[in-house]
């Protein structure tokens, strides 16, 4: 797949973030119908056999529903592979999206040559998030085919520049894909992402407040009522920077303003205590603008209508 071909078969340019615990089958089919990009992140399914069958249900009801919609295509999809030595399902995972094709791969923490060449032997895309210009060299020197740019405020591991600097210091020496994260959640911020000189929006913790969305209530909730400023950054619960809901934080107990610091050695994904994801919620500070938890489809459709308004606004 070619990122035209990725272009042209969205309804708006939006991926929607592979989100730890979060994204499964049912958000993903559902942003997938509602015409843009579904991910989730392979360890999500869990255990590892688990994968082929999500891989299985995805492939098979996004096809019926090109069958029965052939004048309205579903988005590919994609899976998220975290290229970490803490990650030791990733050849497991690999040979399943390589058996199954899966459209887009998204990478992340580690860049791997061997990798991209299995995508790129059927086709496939693959993307690599980063939050430096040394991450953004590395990755496509090794390969990647495109970038994901995590810029100040994204949901959870994100970077602290300025999405203005990072896209437009990217766009000075590379000219491939480019999707733009952080704090984007509304139509208006996509048209803006795309102004700055990015692909593509991506979007996550816009998505948690939806039914299809593995998230319990009082996460979903916590969204609805939470704005930037009751996001915190901290390395504390897995070593690496990220942002995170302050309800989350408080509830364990933890004094949210004064936060220890982590130890980046002891990178941990699933055995931190309190755990990140499950107790902390990851979170980026666009949320102010969710006002309710919708269904994943409703809000493509209010993302849609924001973003043709704004394009009309601003044509004249």
């Not at 408080?250 to 982590?262: H, I, K």
Request: glycine content about 8%.
């Amino acid at each position: 797949m070619t990122p035209h071909e990725l272009k042209s078969r969205l309804r708006i340019p939006v991926i929607g973030s592979p989100l730890f615990i979060i994204s499964n089958p049912d958000l993903v089919i559902a942003q997938c119908k509602a015409g843009i990009v579904g991910s989730f992140p392979a360890l999500n399914a869990r255990p590892a056999e688990l994968l082929e069958e999500w891989l299985q249900r995805i492939t098979s009801e996004l096809d019926a529903h090109n069958q029965a919609n052939p004048d309205r295509p579903a988005a590919p999809f994609a899976v998220n592979q975290i290229v970490h030595k803490s990650n030791v399902r990733l050849e497991h995972d690999l040979e399943l999206c390589v058996k199954y094709k899966v459209p887009l791969v998204i990478t992340s923490l580690g860049a791997r040559p061997d990798l991209n060449e299995a995508v790129h032997s059927y086709g496939g895309m693959v993307m690599h998030d980063v939050i430096n210009q040394k991450f953004a060299h590395k990755a496509i020197e090794k390969g990647a085919d495109g970038l994901i740019l995590v810029a100040a405020g994204a949901g959870g591991h994100a970077g602290t520049q300025s999405p203005f600097a990072l896209v437009q210091e990217t766009r000075a020496w590379f000219d491939g894909p480019i999707a733009l994260s952080g704090s984007i959640a509304n139509g208006g911020a996509v048209l803006a992402a795309q102004a700055m000189g990015a692909d593509f929006a991506y979007i996550g913790s816009a998505f948690i407040a939806t039914h299809e969305a593995n998230a319990n209530e009082r996460h979903k909730q916590a969204i609805v009522d939470a704005t930037a400023q009751d996001i915190i950054y901290s390395n504390l619960f897995t070593g690496v920077h990220g942002n995170y809901l302050r309800a989350s934080i408080a509830a364990t107990g933890l004094d949210p303003d004064n936060l220890p610091s982590g130890d980046p050695s002891q990178m941990n994904f699933e055995t931190g205590k309190p755990k990140a994801w499950k107790d902390i919620w990851g979170c980026g500070q666009g949320i102010g603008v969710i006002d309710e938890v919708r269904p994943a489809a409703e809000l493509v459709d209010r993302l849609a209508a924001e973003y043709a308004a704004t394009r009309a606004r601003l044509l004249g």
